[in-house]
């Protein structure tokens, strides 16, 4: 052997800290826009299936991770009585004015008591956080009886076999950085909804999509700002260079340009009793 050694990812750092330095900071100048292109993307799908729920009248509900509040928004003008968290609330401030209860609250670590929800919903935030398994069974005993539990999260695997060989290798680099900075496991969305069902939820069930992305179009712009965002850090790390990156802008702004982007497990179950 020669002695040489090849040096360890770095440590994920403390989890609030993703929040107020990281590539998900709220003081990064292009989030509050990248929030809201997302709600744009998402929030058809996740309007649909809330209201194939049937939450009663003046259901209690809990947004998680609440960030730009599209979703907490539309429930609390329905009548719903919303609480909505996120470690960062600074873009939630207005939901006050819909009598929407906005915590700063950390889902890891900060607690409800039993039964204190008719509904709970988080989007795109469970992959993120340390032990997901763990979150759903905190999440769930959160719910009052007959409550349900409904989840929205991403998996990464359509877009790593990209016949795009830039957007292939940025997206690659960023499911890495996610990993390694992050701790997000970009995988875990696929267990769905076999994590609700260990958590003692009942009536399970479970949908699948795949994101499209096609040159220009909004699901290319949330790319560039969310790889834009993170681009520096991935550079440094060596897991794609400037070039790289340049490529692949170009790619997701051709009009020719179509493709996959992430694929979308929506899973929920229900409180028994």
Not at 2 to 21: E, I, L, M, N
Not at 152 to 176: I, W
Not at 223 to 230: D, G, M, T
Not at 237 to 261: K, Q, W
């Amino acid at each position: 052997m020669d002695g040489s050694t090849t040096a360890a990812p770095p440590a994920p750092v403390p989890f609030q800290d993703r929040y107020s330095d990281g590539m998900f900071s709220h003081s990064l100048a292009t989030e509050r826009h990248r929030l809201e292109l997302l709600e744009s993307l998402l929030d058809g799908p996740t309007h649909d299936r809330i209201d194939a729920l049937r939450p009663a009248p003046g259901a209690r509900v809990l947004e998680v991770g609440g960030g730009g509040g599209s979703v907490a928004r539309r429930m609390a003008r329905q009548g719903a009585r919303v609480t909505v968290t996120d470690l960062d609330t600074r873009f939630l401030t207005d939901l006050g004015d819909l009598g929407v209860r906005v915590l700063r609250h950390d889902v890891c670590t900060d607690d409800f008591p039993p039964g204190s929800f008719d509904l709970v919903h988080a989007r795109y935030v469970v992959l993120h956080l340390p032990e997901p398994d763990r979150v759903v069974a905190r999440l769930a005993s959160w719910l009052a009886p007959g409550g349900t539990l409904l989840l929205e999260e991403p998996a990464s695997f359509p877009v790593l076999d990209s016949p795009h060989p830039a957007y292939r290798t940025v997206m690659r680099a960023f499911r890495t950085h996610l990993e390694r900075t992050v701790g997000t496991d970009t995988g875990w969305a696929r267990t769905l909804p076999v994590p609700l069902q260990r958590a003692g939820l009942t009536g399970t069930g479970m949908e699948a999509r795949i994101q499209p992305v096609s040159g220009g179009d909004t699901e290319a712009q949330w790319w560039r700002l969310s790889l834009e965002q993170s681009r520096a850090a991935m550079v440094a790390a060596g897991l794609a260079s400037d070039a790289d990156f340049e490529a692949a802008y170009e790619e997701l702004a051709r009009p020719d340009f179509h493709d996959l982007s992430l694929a979308v497990f929506t899973a929920w179950g229900r409180k028994p009793g």
